[in-house]
């Protein structure tokens, strides 16, 4: 096959999956991080490096896991660059004697908000398992952890969302919270 058509090929390929899975994986990468604005930027990201190891990822056992792993890694990456960058924002104002005042706290805390309270690895396993329905085994897959890794993070994840969540909070509504398009209930 010439080498201009194997690139074809590749291209029509790589166009499918992306009209495939954007969507989804721009959910995933908000859910992760909390972000409407950076989620789509961070899927885009996500789909352009798979584009430069579309041989190694079209060979994967499973593109589409693949792809959550690699936007779980980015997004992860985001988080710890956004936290250093709120440090440093802190440090900067706290040197000037500025007091703060403390925001006002919400009287009713909403899902995505007790999500993003949570551990990064709680809040992966916690939105694969219930906004993606994967299995145990995918999601260890997809955040390259163990089956019982995942289990203890989910229920973990899940009972601490609760808590957050308070009284009203079962495990059916925020499952349904979570499934919901954007992400709300």
Same mark, same amino acid.
């Given at each position: 096959? #010439?080498?201009? &058509?194997?690139?074809?090929?590749?291209? &029509?390929? =790589?166009?499918? =999956? =992306?009209?495939?899975?954007?969507?989804? %994986?721009? $959910?995933?990468?908000?859910?992760? *991080?909390?972000?409407?604005?950076?989620?789509?930027?961070?899927?885009?990201?996500?789909?352009?490096?798979?584009?430069? @190891?579309?041989?190694?990822?079209?060979?994967?056992?499973? #593109?589409?896991?693949?792809? @959550?792993?690699?936007?779980?890694?980015?997004?992860?990456?985001?988080i710890r660059?956004?936290?250093?960058? $709120?440090? $440093?924002? &802190?440090? =900067?104002?706290?040197?000037?004697?500025?007091? *703060?005042?403390? #925001?006002?706290v919400p009287?009713?805390?909403?899902?995505?908000?007790?999500?993003?309270? %949570?551990?990064?690895? !709680?809040?992966?396993?916690?939105?694969? $398992?219930?906004?993606?329905? %994967?299995?145990? !085994?995918? *999601?260890?897959?997809?955040?390259?952890?163990?089956?019982? /890794?995942? !289990?203890?993070? *989910?229920? !973990?994840?899940?009972?601490?969302?609760? @808590?957050? %969540?308070?009284?009203?909070? /079962?495990?059916? @509504?925020?499952?349904?919270?979570?499934?919901? #398009?954007?992400? &709300?209930?």
């Amino acid at each position: 096959m #010439p080498p201009q &058509t194997a690139a074809g090929d590749a291209a &029509t390929e =790589f166009h499918a =999956f =992306f009209e495939r899975h954007y969507a989804e %994986l721009s $959910r995933l990468a908000h859910l992760l *991080t909390g972000e409407y604005d950076g989620a789509d930027d961070l899927a885009a990201d996500a789909l352009l490096a798979l584009w430069h @190891r579309w041989d190694r990822v079209r060979a994967a056992e499973h #593109p589409a896991a693949y792809a @959550r792993g690699v936007v779980a890694n980015m997004a992860r990456s985001h988080i710890r660059s956004t936290v250093r960058e $709120r440090r $440093r924002i &802190t440090l =900067f104002w706290s040197n000037r004697g500025d007091e *703060t005042l403390d #925001p006002d706290v919400p009287a009713v805390i909403d899902v995505q908000e007790a999500l993003r309270g %949570l551990p990064f690895r !709680k809040r992966a396993c916690v939105v694969l $398992r219930h906004a993606f329905d %994967l299995s145990e !085994k995918d *999601t260890a897959n997809a955040l390259g952890i163990s089956v019982g /890794t995942v !289990k203890s993070q *989910t229920s !973990k994840g899940m009972a601490e969302l609760q @808590r957050r %969540l308070g009284p009203h909070a /079962t495990p059916a @509504r925020m499952h349904a919270a979570v499934q919901a #398009p954007g992400g &709300t209930a």
